[in-house]
């Protein structure tokens, strides 16, 4: 705060969306209402510019996520009421119902009264508003009914328009994440919607299964990915190339760099998709191999909201890529770094120091084996920590010389000396 609030009220634009862009991401999650007194302003003054106010509108949705504040939510209404027509159909303009939708993250029926407000706005931005708190507030929640209501949003045939359409799709994918079989489930209703949906619906079809498995590359996703990096649509081949490194994030998959290697020389003549090749290459090599983009802990049974909300920023702004990626607001690819965190599993005694302590490491499984016997994984390998962790993967401790004293939380483990063990035992 102290090195970025002088510049909030800069004279440049760009100066001043970077340092409410740094307040966002700094106080991401913490509700902070000096951050309120700061930002809140700038929604209400007729002078700032409309990039400023919906840069704006994002950073307080991160920093009040999940929180349902009413004051938050009212100034980002008011700041959407007064947008005339012109503005309405600006791309950036639909930074605005994202913010709004943010606060509402994972709350379910707490938006009902905010979704009937947005009701009485403009028919430009009132479906995308509508389709965006949806997805929001049950993103991670894995409602059934909600995903059904998404699908018949996207079957829609329409004769113009249609804006809607990619904060519907993507909604399916962020309400099914929590759970593999509805993510399996969904999967196919976005492989249909790839074959009869609109141009908007198939550019998010790309992001959404990109969404879908985050830093964990399924084959057959990959498959679809690769085809659509090939799609004669430029925006459905940037989605889908940006995609491909969402799913191979951290990991260092050498079937994806090797298709990212291919489409750099493919579309060396095409400096918007080339582009694209090298942020997706970026991902796929993220922190060496080290981290991950998964917004999910301890077998999907925890969700960070500020990992998800900065994934469904930079997820919203590629459904138009010339206008963000390709644009001069390249920049909301650091909203990123909030899902960044540590792949791998480390141990540290209760004084915090590092200690290397041996691992079984394996594919998380349901607990089976011989009665009296369970087995949590169904590996073997014994590793010494730290140790990498893929996607469904689980450790168990090897020895009987430590006690859990934490669980895994971002990869760390505290353990202590185990008073009864014997060496030899």
Known sequence: MALLSDYVNNEDSTIRIGAIMGLGLAYAGTQNEQIHEQLSPILSDSNAPLDVIAFTA???????????????????????????????????????????????????????????????????????????????????????????????????????????????VLGIAMVSMAEELGLDMSMRSLEHMLQYGEKNSRRAVALALGLSCLSNPKANVMDTLSRLSHDAEPEVAMAATISLGLIGAGTNNARIATMLRNLSSYYSKDAGLLYCVRIAQGLVHMGKGLLTLAPHHSDRFLLSPAALAGLIIMLHTCLDMKTFILGKYHYVLYFLALAMKPRMLTTLDENQRPLSVPVRVGQAVDVVGQAGRPKTITGFQTHSTPVILAAGERAELATDKYIPLSPILEGFVILRENPDYQEGN
Do not use: W
């Not at 979704?115 to 929001?136: G, N, P, W």
């Open 58 to 168: 994002i950073s307080l949705g991160l920093v009040f996520v999940g929180s349902c504040n009413a004051d938050v939510a009212q100034s980002i209404i008011f700041a959407l009421m007064g947008r005339n027509e012109a503005e309405l159909e600006e791309p950036i303009t639909r930074l605005l119902p994202l913010g709004l939708g943010l606060l509402y993250l994972g709350k379910q029926e707490s938006v009902e009264a905010t979704a009937e407000v947005c009701q009485t706005f403009h028919e430009k931005i009132r479906k995308y508003c509508d389709m965006t708190l949806l997805s929001c507030a049950y993103a991670g929640t894995g409602n059934v009914l909600k995903v059904q209501h998404l699908l018949g949003e996207c079957a829609q045939h329409l004769e113009k328009g249609g804006a809607h359409l990619g904060p519907a």
